[in-house]
T-cell receptor, first 111, second 116 residues
Framework: QKEVEQNSGPLSVPEGAIASLNCTYS??????FFWYRQYSGKSPELIMS????GDKEDGRFTAQLNKASQYVSLLIRDSQPSDSATYLC???????????FGAGTTVTVRA | DAMVIQNPRYQVTQFGKPVTLSCSQT?????MYWYQQKSSQAPKLLFH???????NEADTPDNFQSRRPNTSFCFLDIRSPGLGDAAMYLC???????????????FGPGTRLTVL
């Protein structure tokens, strides 16, 4: 079982819609969770961090964490063409500061 | 602005010819990481420095080495690049203290390595 798994995508959504991205992780002791956005040919950019169960909102982005279900999600509201990118889920592993990354979900926002 | 800088942005080398990639940071972070990322794959951690302490991942080939001469700089040396080493190489930094689990990693722009 992979440490971090993401829905494979690609995910295509119309402009203005909500994009929903999912991520599950295998290590029950994980305590920090991150979402990175990566445009094609570019490096990952941190967009959200979440450490406690529940929702965390930042602009059009909402991260949701459920440690009991070992599940973290990212919602992108009012999706824009500029949101078209690959979104990487990252989780700390083994109660350590190192991160394990998912393979990413590619989102395409249709104008 | 505080940032992570990588040079060069694009590197072309010949099969077997040593290459060095560099990373510098103005964030004053104590941990520096090197990742390899191939197309449509997750970043793969090669190794990292926690302050001056080098930490190698178990599956990182011996062909890859690293140096951190000071807090701000870190280098990735590929001693004999093979065709399979063509990838994006990403440097990241974080500030880790105490238990160190609530750390965010910040990436540089990456170096795209082509092996001919």
């Amino acid at each position: 079982q992979k440490e971090v798994e993401q829905n494979s995508g690609p995910l295509s959504v119309p402009e203005g819609a909500i994009a929903s991205l999912n991520c599950t992780y295998s290590d029950r002791v994980s305590q920090s969770f991150f979402w990175y956005r990566q445009y094609s040919g570019k490096s990952p950019e941190l967009i959200m961090s979440i450490y406690s169960n529940g929702d965390k909102e930042d602009g059009r982005f909402t991260a949701q964490l459920n440690k009991a279900s070992q599940y973290v999600s990212l919602l992108i509201r009012d999706s824009q063409p500029s949101d078209s990118a690959t979104y990487l889920c990252a989780v700390n592993v083994a109660n350590d500061y190192k991160l394990s990354f998912g393979a990413g979900t590619t989102v395409t926002v249709r104008a | 602005d505080a940032m992570v800088i990588q040079n060069p942005r694009y590197q072309v080398t010949q099969f077997g010819k040593p290459v060095t990639l560099s990373c510098s940071q103005t964030l004053n972070h104590n941990v520096m990481y090197w990742y390899q990322q191939k197309s449509s794959q997750a970043p793969k951690l090669l190794f990292h420095y926690y302050d001056k302490d080098f930490n190698n991942e178990a599956d990182t080939p011996d062909n890859f080495q690293s140096r951190r001469p000071n807090t701000s700089f870190c280098f990735l040396d590929i001693r004999s690049p093979g065709l399979g080493d063509a990838a994006m190489y990403l440097c990241a930094t974080s500030r880790v203290s105490g238990q160190g689990i609530y750390n965010e990693q910040f990436f540089g722009p990456g170096t795209r390595l082509t092996v001919l």
